[in-house]
Nanobody, 126 residues
């Protein structure tokens, strides 16, 4: 099992920035594909960004492309989501997810991810 703990959420004005972090347990973090999802009130959970094992491959939802950057530090077992130019519609609970299957690749599909964090709230005021 992989334990994931998110941090870094909070309240920010539109146009501002936040950086989310997700710390993972386990000695094989570098073998996990990692992703961020979000869920706004009354809406389904949606894909935000994913990153491959070495960090060389990334994938973004169209709604965040050019504003958000996903990265990872395998020496710290941590994945990050840098969020710039935040908009009120980015308000949601943000979840970190891990796909630790042997042949995993970056994917926007919720069903591919095996472990989830508890989420961190991001609120963007207008």
């Amino acid at each position: 099992q992989v334990q994931l703990v998110e941090s870094g959420g909070g309240l920010v004005q539109a146009g501002g920035s936040l950086r989310l972090s997700c710390a993972a347990s386990g000695r094989t973090f570098s073998s996990y594909v990692m992703a961020w999802f979000r869920q706004a009130p009354g809406k389904e959970r949606e894909f935000v960004a994913a990153i491959g094992r070495s960090g060389g491959t990334t994938l973004y939802a169209d709604s965040v492309k050019g504003r958000f950057t996903i990265s990872r530090d395998n020496t710290k077992n941590t994945v990050y989501l840098q969020m710039n130019s935040l908009k009120p519609e980015d308000t949601a609970v943000y979840y970190c997810a891990a796909d630790w299957k042997p042949f995993a690749s970056v994917s926007p599909a919720i069903r591919e991810y095996d472990s989830w964090g508890q989420g961190t709230q991001v609120t963007v005021s207008s």
